[in-house]
């Protein structure tokens, strides 16, 4: 595939350097066409900021879905986040039905949860809602949270790695094909990624930061799909995606006061010379 085409379906949040403003920059740097499909606009995102204004684009889906259908327009693989609402879960379900190619990828970001809580507004009928997005996912990229409560499993800080292959065997039993498992860390000071593919586990560990910023789950996922994408292995794009997540860190650690985002603009250089090594 030397110039594919994906779509990615996310939310805009105007400020807040994540989600579509993050994705669009990353998965294009890669050398990937990228068609969007806003799930909300938001003026900033929900993380720290308070009074943000939040535009549902649920009813804009199934028409956008028909004009595609008209025009025949299909991806080689469609890229998944922050959803606008419930009821818009089964309208991306029947976005990737007619709109991927026969063969084509689906990646699935269950973007709702960090550090043992769902984000605001959404509930336990959105969890149910994304396990069944989860369902047709050949790449499911989840967090510890969202992975706990995707799969009923409890949240734990502190585990080993049977707790980690008990929820990822959860995941595959709800029909993720594969597991891109983010943010696991075994040892202090430690952080990685464990990818699980075909039945194979591989563990990629990478520094733990000591700053951690908002929006590093969408630079991760994004550099992830932009790599597997452009022909890495799975675990090669797990590992660039890695690398390049922890230089943005650092490069946000220089800024003060850059608590909403990372700085991963200044970092694409270095994402673009290990895709293309
Ligand atoms: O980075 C995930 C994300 C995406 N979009 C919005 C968010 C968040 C996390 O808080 O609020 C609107």
Known sequence: MSYPKILTIQDISCVGQCSLTVALPIISACGVET??????????????????????????????????????IKFDAVYTGYLGSTRQVQYVIDIIKSSKKQGGVVIIDPAM???????????????????????????VVPNMTEACLLTGIEYKTEYDEAYVKKIIEALVSLGARNVIFT???????????????????????????????????????????????????????????????????????????????????????????????
Do not use: Q
């Open 35 to 72: 068609c969007v499909l806003p799930s909300a606009v938001l003026s900033t995102h929900t993380a720290g900021f308070s009074g943000y204004t939040f535009r549902d684009l649920t009813d804009d889906m199934p028409p956008v879905n028909e004009h595609w259908k008209k025009e025949g």
């Open 113 to 139: 949860a960090d550090n043992g809580k769902l984000y605001p507004g959404f509930d336990d009928d959105f969890v149910a809602a994304m396990r069944t997005l989860c369902a047709d996912a050949d790449y």
């Open 183 to 277: 943010g696991i860390s075994y040892k202090k000071g430690k952080n990685g990624v464990v990818v699980y593919e075909n039945g194979n586990y591989a563990y990629y560990e990478h520094e733990m930061l000591s700053n951690s910023c908002h929006g590093t789950g969408d630079i991760y996922a994004s550099a992830f799909v932009g790599a597997l994408i452009r022909g890495k292995s799975s675990y090669d794009a797990a590992r660039i995606a890695a690398d390049y997540t922890v230089e943005c860190i650092k490069a946000t650690a220089e800024e003060e006061n850059h608590w909403y985002g990372a700085k991963f603009e200044p970092v694409l250089p270095k994402l673009i010379s290990m895709i293309n090594e």
